[in-house]
């Protein structure tokens, strides 16, 4: 017996937010095309309202509910995006919502919630992850609000699959891969229960975030599993569970699963923002970030990366840019004791620093009493393979140092 989402149910659901959600156009990017020698389009998810996807489950879900839940009100958990369908919901349907966060989510995207939600909207920050902020939600069910999860219902399933259907529609000819990011489920149940009916040669390639593996990790096991603990970096696809209905389908629908490092991802976020002009939050860079991973097998091939969405805070742009250089190679945090005497730093300088070499963290101070003083240096080359040279030419002076890049926990302390 199939999990599948009917595509009726799915059809049904597009005539319910139609007005409400956008159908998003779907865009060849020449320059992605061209590095991959295939046909890369662009669904623009991130031009929605709510410059997500997450609007159409929310509202879906939502238009279904009786006079009763309405007047009672509803309450939901989301790192963001789905607040953010939920909270414009509540504003259009005068609903009474109440929003859990987790303490983390970026400020950007706090303050849409209540720009979208307005008077009908109360915000509550709590906890470090989505899980914790759902657990709370949770809790508010006993005062009699209905629960509108993320992804893991039937109805919010219906609304994420109309992407498909406006794929299809907008592209007549076969699509060989379809490229999905995941975090519980609810897109890729709902998109992939569409093409596994309507278009079934189709392959269909889930996008998680290396330090939050849930699903790659379930599907795995055979079985929904908890993660310990998770990278939240990409906070619109980083949860410890997937949802469970999400699951079954996921195991129907999904061909493979990719892990993209939370470095690449930044990377790909400033190449599109100085390539394209595209302003993307991590999450709507994930699909985008594995067809590096994927290069031989697309080639030649038509490939619809799913962009859903651009909720990217700009505090967030030096953090984005630091990963994206330590994944590249070319940024690197050293321990080195220095003699303590005048013209030490100066030796370092003539004697380790290549001529592309910069240094662009120092952080010392004097230690009285000692021959040798520790500091923390931040150096970046022009290139990854520099660094080798680096490392030869402070070994062939005698430099006494430490690499913090590969010490999470004291990069973190000190970076």
């Known amino acids: 017996m199939t999990s599948l989402i009917a595509a009726e149910r799915i059809r049904a659901a597009r005539e319910r937010i139609a007005g409400v959600a956008r159908h998003t156009p779907l865009m060849r990017n020449a320059r992605l095309s061209a590095t991959y020698d295939a046909e890369i389009l662009l669904k623009r998810e991130d031009l929605q309202e709510v410059r997500s996807y997450k609007i159409r489950g929310a509202y879906n879900r939502m238009s279904q509910l009786s006079d009763e839940q309405r007047a009672a009100g509803v309450v939901c958990a989301s790192a963001g995006n789905h607040a953010q369908g939920f909270a414009y919901a509540c504003h259009a349907m005068k609903i009474r919502g109440r929003v859990f966060m987790p303490a983390v989510t970026p400020k950007q995207k706090v303050d849409k919630v209540k720009l979208f939600g307005q008077e009908h909207v109360e915000v509550i920050l709590v906890g470090d992850t989505f899980d914790d902020a759902a657990s709370q939600a949770h809790l508010a069910t006993a005062e009699g609000l209905t629960y509108i999860p993320?992804?893991?219902?039937?109805?919010?399933?219906?609304?994420?699959?109309?992407?498909?259907?406006?794929?299809?529609?907008?592209?007549?000819?076969?699509?060989?891969?379809?490229?999905?990011?995941?975090?519980?489920?609810?897109?890729?149940?709902?998109?992939?229960?569409?093409?596994?009916?309507?278009?079934?040669?189709?392959?269909?390639?889930?996008?998680?975030?290396?330090?939050?593996?849930?699903?790659?990790?379930?599907?795995?096991?055979?079985?929904?599993?908890?993660?310990?603990?998770?990278?939240?970096?990409?906070?619109?696809?980083?949860?410890?569970?997937?949802?469970?209905?999400?699951?079954?389908?996921?195991?129907?629908?999904?061909?493979?699963?990719?892990?993209?490092?939370?470095?690449?991802?930044?990377?790909?976020?400033?190449?599109?923002?100085?390539?394209?002009?595209?302003?993307?939050?991590?999450?709507?860079?994930?699909?985008?970030?594995?067809?590096?991973?994927?290069?031989?097998?697309?080639?030649?091939?038509?490939?619809?990366?799913?962009?859903?969405?651009?909720?990217?805070?700009?505090?967030?742009?030096?953090?984005?840019?630091?990963?994206?250089?330590?994944?590249?190679?070319?940024?690197?945090?050293?321990?080195?004791?220095?003699?303590?005497?005048?013209?030490?730093?100066?030796?370092?300088?003539?004697?380790?620093?290549?001529?592309?070499?910069?240094?662009?963290?120092?952080?010392?101070?004097?230690?009285?009493?000692?021959?040798?003083?520790?500091?923390?240096?931040?150096?970046?080359?022009?290139?990854?393979?520099?660094?080798?040279?680096?490392?030869?030419?402070?070994?062939?002076h005698n430099i006494e140092f430490q690499v913090v890049n590969e010490q999470r926990m004291l990069f973190e302390l000190l970076v």
Not at 294 to 317: A, F, P, Q, Y
């Open 150 to 396: 993320p992804f893991d219902d039937p109805a919010i399933i219906e609304g994420q699959g109309t992407v498909g259907l406006e794929i299809l529609e907008d592209h007549a000819d076969p699509i060989d891969y379809v490229l999905v990011a995941v975090g519980g489920g609810g897109l890729i149940s709902g998109l992939g229960s569409v093409f596994k009916q309507l278009s079934p040669s189709t392959k269909i390639i889930g996008i998680e975030p290396a330090g939050a593996p849930a699903m790659h990790d379930s599907l795995r096991r055979g079985e929904v599993i908890t993660l310990d603990k998770i990278d939240n970096f990409v906070d619109g696809a980083a949860v410890r569970r997937v949802g469970d209905l999400n699951f079954q389908i996921a195991q129907e629908v999904i061909d493979d699963m990719v892990l993209v490092p939370e470095g690449k991802v930044c990377s790909v976020m400033l190449q599109l923002y100085n390539d394209e002009g595209l302003v993307v939050e991590p999450a709507g860079a994930l699909a985008i970030s594995a067809l590096e991973q994927l290069t031989d097998e697309i080639r030649g091939k038509t490939v619809v990366c799913i962009v859903g969405g651009s909720n990217n805070d700009i505090t967030r742009t030096e953090e984005i840019r630091d990963r994206a250089m330590l994944y590249e190679g070319l940024q690197h945090y050293f321990i080195i004791k220095f003699p303590q005497r005048a013209g030490a730093l100066r030796e370092f300088l003539n004697n380790v620093l290549g001529p592309t070499d910069d240094i662009t963290h120092f952080e010392y101070t004097r230690k009285h009493n000692r021959e040798t003083g520790p500091a923390l240096v931040g150096l970046q080359v022009a290139h990854r393979d520099d660094y080798q040279g680096l490392l030869d030419r402070m070994t062939k």
